[in-house]
């Protein structure tokens, strides 16, 4: 019964905030519709909450938020972007695969260890390489689709299965590796020697317990939350071949809209949003690993050489990129140049740290 009541109340607190919401909308002098095909567990979510409370609050309740998580609005990257170009979407976020239709050289985000650690992946996303991506994207899109910034949704890609622990490319052989159906990510696992393998999201948890699949390149809470190590998921390699960036789009013309000031609260509240994706998948990750662990999973870090390896072994990605993507030459010197500049910001500052 306490459980119940308990249940019925925030159910009941919900619909009130929901119900201000709108009326705060209706009073707005901008009201701005955003959406993501998630839900309320998702760092994209999380970002959406920041970004609402710091922008109405900031702009003196001007600019009204609504907020529509799943898929009321549109269900896939393609429609939803469409949706963004035409207006009757204002902000929707898409993963890189997403995006790929429209902007293919998004997939850049997909290409596997150039970025090492989250430090320098946080660092380039607040830079120049968005602004880069975001003129290309405007460009593109007859400048209708405004790229606002690069987030987190998710933490970082690392290899899993069900057969093997994978501690240099040669384990990767012979192994059949779910992707989505893009190339880029099939070039990956076919460069590491495995045998990449299209599968439906919905229909992966089968795939494992049948073997039609052995393995995932997923985000680890993700695979807990799915619960692919039940369906024998078992073998964890923190490889960390590619961060999973999530990209902020805004229909440029309601952006440009509004005046100076309102835009400086949008710019200033996809900063705040784009800190809370970073820091939301770090946290949740915790839990993650440890029912990882605890569920009987094998988990391994692989040594710098190892990793080294890996990298080496997937190098001939970056020429298939480049050759191949559109936009992919200059996109793919965008995020190199960026990152070298933050590796050596940061060195500096440990330097100065460390001394």
């Known amino acids: 019964m306490k459980s119940c009541l308990k249940t019925l109340g925030i159910a009941a607190v919900t619909a009130a905030l929901m119900t201000v919401g709108s009326f705060a909308a209706m009073a707005a002098d901008y009201n701005i519709r955003a959406t993501a095909n998630s839900n309320e567990n998702d760092e994209d979510y999380d970002g959406l909450v920041v970004f609402k409370n710091y922008v109405e609050a900031a702009s003196n309740g001007k600019i009204g938020v609504e907020l529509f998580i799943g898929t009321q609005l549109c269900s896939k990257g393609a429609e939803c972007l469409q949706g963004v170009a ?3 979407i204002d902000i929707y976020i898409s993963t890189s695969g997403g995006a790929a239709g429209a902007f293919p050289y998004v997939q850049v985000l997909d290409l596997p260890y150039l970025m090492a650690n989250d430090r320098i992946a946080e660092n380039v996303l607040s830079g120049d390489f968005t602004r880069t991506v975001r003129d ?3 460009k593109d899109s007859g400048d209708k689709i405004r790229l606002m910034t690069i987030g987190n949704t998710g933490g970082w890609r690392n290899f899993a299965n069900t057969k093997r622990r994978l501690q240099n490319p040669g384990d990767m052989e012979g192994l059949k590796i779910r992707t989505v159906v893009a190339d880029l990510p099939q070039e990956l696992v076919k460069s590491l020697g495995a045998s990449p393998t299209p599968i ?8 494992f317990q049948t073997g039609v699949v ?3 390149k997923n985000g680890i809470t993700d ?3 799915m619960k692919f190590p039940d369906a024998g998921l078992q073998y964890l390699t923190l490889d960390g071949h590619a961060y999973m ?8 013309d ?3 809209s509004m005046p ?3 835009r400086q609260v949008i710019v200033d509240g996809f900063s705040a949003l784009q800190q809370a994706t970073f820091a939301s998948p770090k946290r949740k990750s915790i839990q993650a690993y440890e029912d990882f662990v605890a569920g009987g999973g094998d988990l391994y870090v692989p040594t710098p050489e190892e990793k080294a390896a890996f990298k080496e072994a997937a190098s001939p990605v970056y020429e298939w990129f480049k050759t191949n993507v559109k936009g992919g030459p200059e996109v793919f010197d965008a995020l190199t140049t960026a990152v070298a500049e933050a590796e050596a910001e940061i060195q500096a500052d440990n330097m100065k740290d460390l001394n």
């Open 245 to 252: 960036g999530a990209l902020w789009w805004m229909n440029n």
């Open 260 to 262: 100076e000031d309102l």
């Open 214 to 216: 052995e393995g995932s």
């Open 136 to 138: 290309m994207a405007l």
């Open 200 to 207: 439906p999201w919905p229909e992966l948890f089968t795939s």
């Open 254 to 256: 309601t952006f440009k």
């Open 86 to 88: 035409d207006g009757s």
């Open 223 to 225: 695979i807990m939350g």
